[in-house]
């Protein structure tokens, strides 16, 4: 059993900083990927970004490349998404999931019904 829970959404304007924290509980965090999903109001939730189990594979949706980095601790059992660069599209909840399959399955499958997910943090950038 693995519980996540979120932190360091907020509001911030175009162009700023946030980097959110999944602190995840259980001793089995390492044997998961991880990753970072978002949903905007009335829109399907989306892939934003995965980091496999070591944490030496990462992969993004395309419209974050070059702006968001992912990253895991697995002696903090925590893993991160430092955003740069932020636009108001990329308002929305963002939520920490953990699953078995590998990270590029997680970033490859649409509507993957991962493992395990966080409760949700808002990010909300304003123009």
Same mark, same amino acid.
């Given at each position: 059993?693995?519980?996540?829970?979120e932190?360091?959404?907020?509001?911030?304007?175009?162009? %700023? +900083?946030?980097?959110?924290s /999944?602190?995840a509980?259980? &001793?089995t965090?390492?044997?998961?990927?991880? %990753?970072?999903?978002?949903q905007?109001p009335?829109k399907? &939730?989306?892939?934003?970004?995965?980091v +496999?189990w $070591?944490?030496s594979?990462t992969?993004?949706t395309d419209?974050?490349?070059? &702006?968001f980095?992912?990253? &895991?601790?697995?002696?903090?059992n925590?893993?991160y998404?430092?955003?740069?660069?932020?636009?108001?599209?990329?308002t929305?909840?963002?939520? /920490?999931?953990?699953?078995?399959?590998?990270?590029?399955?997680?970033a490859?499958?649409v509507g993957?019904p991962?493992?395990?997910w966080?409760? %949700?943090?808002q990010v909300?950038?304003? $123009?």
């Amino acid at each position: 059993q693995v519980q996540l829970v979120e932190s360091g959404g907020g509001l911030v304007q175009a162009g %700023g +900083s946030l980097r959110l924290s /999944c602190a995840a509980s259980g &001793r089995t965090f390492r044997n998961y990927a991880m %990753g970072w999903f978002r949903q905007a109001p009335g829109k399907e &939730r989306e892939f934003v970004a995965a980091v +496999s189990w $070591s944490g030496s594979s990462t992969y993004y949706t395309d419209s974050v490349k070059g &702006r968001f980095t992912i990253s &895991r601790d697995n002696a903090k059992n925590t893993v991160y998404l430092q955003m740069n660069s932020l636009k108001p599209e990329d308002t929305a909840v963002y939520y /920490c999931a953990a699953d078995r399959v590998p990270a590029r399955t997680m970033a490859g499958t649409v509507g993957l019904p991962c493992d395990y997910w966080g409760q %949700g943090t808002q990010v909300t950038v304003s $123009s």
